[in-house]
């Protein structure tokens, strides 16, 4: 992780560490080398249920509102497509406001 942390700062990037694994380390090397970097709270979309994509969407929004910000990850999959374009409207009515990762890098 050290060598790819080195190329991130070489070239000014950003490291979004997805949790994908309990074991991550990402994030605290990225931390480490000084590279900007943020965590993913909640993933979208382990199933390719709408449904359940936005239970997942409404655990990040409480998650953002608990902490101020809350960084949720998903794949291009259509159900997820769906689910934003069904969520998103209300979140946006609701004061919600959604910000490229890049804003959270601390």
Do not use: W
């Not at 900007?36 to 969407?57: H, W």
């Not at 809350?70 to 497509?81: D, E, L, N, S």
């Amino acid at each position: 992780m050290k060598i790819v942390m080195e190329v991130l700062k070489k070239r000014k990037k950003i490291f979004l560490d997805s949790r994908t694994s309990r074991k991550s380390v990402g994030y605290q090397v990225a931390r480490e080398c000084g590279i900007p970097t943020v965590k993913r709270d909640v993933f979208l979309d382990n199933t390719r249920d709408v449904q359940k994509i936005r239970e997942q969407l409404d655990r990040l929004i409480e998650e953002a509102k608990k902490r101020g910000y809350a960084v949720g990850i998903g794949h291009p999959h259509r159900a997820t497509y769906l689910a934003l374009k069904k969520a998103l409207p209300g979140y946006l009515k609701n004061g919600i406001e959604f910000v490229f990762v890049s804003t959270l890098v601390h």
